[in-house]
């Protein structure tokens, strides 16, 4: 399952999967473009990205080190389930 993290204005969206019962969690980064997409994704706690199309070296930079600097929410959040299952009363 993807569970949302963020949607930016360009309509960039990062999601992220479950805690896995390997321990990682998958996080999709996805931008529209032209009728397609550019997308990646980066295994967590690894930091191994994975599957990267579209996206300029400069661009992924950008990327892995919004990653770095939300990792630990983002793992947080998957190991309860979502964002949607981690706020519920």
């Keep these: 399952m993807k ?8 309509e ?14 998958k ?4 931008t529209p473009v032209n ?3 550019h997308h990646a994704m980066c295994s967590l706690p690894s930091y ?3 599957d990267i199309q579209g996206y300029s070296e400069e661009e992924m930079k950008r990327w892995d080190d919004f990653i770095h ?7 947080s ?3 309860a389930g979502g964002f949607d299952r981690a706020t519920a009363v």
């Design 12 to 25: 960039t969206e990062v999601t992220h999967s479950d805690l896995l019962p390997d321990g990682t969690v």
């Design 27 to 30: 996080v999709y980064i996805e």
């Design 3 to 10: 569970n949302p993290y963020v949607t930016f204005p360009d």
């Design 77 to 79: 959040l998957a190991a």
């Design 48 to 50: 191994q990205w994975i």
């Design 69 to 75: 600097h939300n990792a630990h929410i983002i793992l």
């Design 35 to 37: 009728g397609g997409f």
